[in-house]
């Protein structure tokens, strides 16, 4: 491990010990170095909980969709018994990619020898292969990983031994309970990718610091700044209220258990490592973050509508199209100036502005500060 990786681990010890509000900005290699990314591939995301999106857009048995993890292969499907799946895309065979994109087949065959699975990852069908000695279709099977379903998120575990997640966001429960989450209806889910490191966007959507100077003409006259408040976490997420300007427009229909503060606030909540969410009286926005390299990020994001609602509105969309992109820009200047050798970081802002990028850093550093032993 070079010096590099070891200021960086001891960098995240110390924003560990230290209190919210007093913390300063992790070092620049944080977000540049390879080999922290590859500390982060190995002991976070093949480690914890990853979300892929909501479970929901696998609706019907034979629904799939095509996406990857730290350059692992993933097939989502929903089978005949109902129940969604993740599988190694990864052919059996010889190792090809079997599925590709997303719609509806309960067969994937590969296209390099056409060996055939089911949505279960059984393997029903294999041409030319009846003379090779000992060859049993039956005992052949994509990989399946360990799922589960929270709030309507589908997370996936690659190691299979990550802690069930429901208990360990009991604190975050009282806060999000009367947005009724779970029985959101997908609207849509794009698959994306930025020129920024996965934790800059990560950072970036769960502090309001950033919202007046960044959204002048979207967020800030809707979430000014000034009315963030933070919550404070356990170290399994981090959450914030953004507050709506007293002037604006009642943002209905409600959930029917919102309170009266719930209405004219959104909570934006993010369960570490890769979710982010804005959760909003009538809308659903989530943000699936997958490191790509170093410098890039895959996001799998979408918005989800109330159910007597259905479905989302064009003008929902182009806003936070308009959101992401301004963001997106900032994103990518921010990417390029941490390569500076001369990037001295400074101090993050009070709790209620920046908080939340603290309280990742904590997270981040339960995982892969100095004080933290590896096991293999
Ligand atoms: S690699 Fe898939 S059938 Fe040969
Ligand atoms: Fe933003």
Redesign the pocket.
Known sequence: MNATVNEIREALTEANNTAIGNGSVMPAAYYTSDEFADLEAEHIFRRDWVCLGRADEVKEPGDFYTTEVIGEQLLVTRAKDGAVRVLSNV?R????I?ASGKGKKSRFS?S????TYDSTGQLIAAPLMDDVPGFNKSECKLPSFNVEIWEGFLFVNLDGKAEPIAPRMSELMPFIENYDIADRINGFTEQTTWQTNWKCLAENFMEGYHLDVTHPKTLKPLTPTGLCEYVPSDGNFNAYFSYYDPSYPERGPFPPNLTDKEKRCSLMFGLFPNLVVAAAPSILIYLCLSPNTTNSVNIRWGMSALPEIGDVTDEQREFMNQVNAEDKLKLETLQKGLQSKYFNPGPLSTPDLEGTIHDMYKYMATRLGSHVEFNQ
């Open positions: 052919c065979h010889r190792g090809n079997v590969c390099y020898h056409a060996w």
